[in-house]
């Protein structure tokens, strides 16, 4: 399994910016993705994560109504839409693929539940 992100950037506050992750779950067959970060001096937080399919999504309140998650499944690539983008959303972002028994299986974002991740992007907002 790898598992690839990529899109970060610097913003300022207010601005917009759109994470990708893509996955190559090897012979996994369902899998969530789960969006993680972690600020310096920071424990990392969950912050959002999508089922194999549409409609098993979750957000933390500290993102919930500015960013939205979806994916591609031919593609295997998910994305995060982050809008609205304040300064404490700095942090460095990760993907995580955790394995599903079912395409409707809840995903988590309890870091301990991805045994695979990704190398993370850097997203800067500032005031």
């Known amino acids: 399994v790898q598992l690839q992100a990529f899109g970060g950037g610097s913003v300022q506050d207010g601005g917009s910016l759109r994470l990708a992750c893509d996955a190559s779950?090897?012979?996994?067959?369902?899998?969530?993705i789960g969006w993680f970060r972690q600020a310096p001096g920071k424990e990392r937080e969950g912050i959002s994560c999508?089922?194999?399919?549409?409609?098993?999504?979750y957000y933390a309140g500290s993102v919930k109504g500015r960013f939205t998650i979806s994916r591609d499944n031919i593609k295997d690539t998910v994305w995060l839409q982050m809008n609205s983008l304040k300064p404490e959303d700095t942090a460095v972002y990760s993907c995580?693929?955790?394995?599903?028994?079912?395409?409707?299986?809840?995903?988590?974002?309890?870091?301990?539940?991805?045994?695979?991740w990704g190398q993370g992007t850097q997203v800067t907002v500032s005031s």
């Open positions: 995580a693929l955790q394995a599903l028994a079912k395409p409707y299986s809840p995903c988590s974002i309890r870091d301990d539940q991805y045994p695979y």
């Open positions: 779950p090897s012979t996994q067959d369902y899998y969530a």
């Open positions: 999508i089922s194999q399919s549409r409609g098993t999504e």
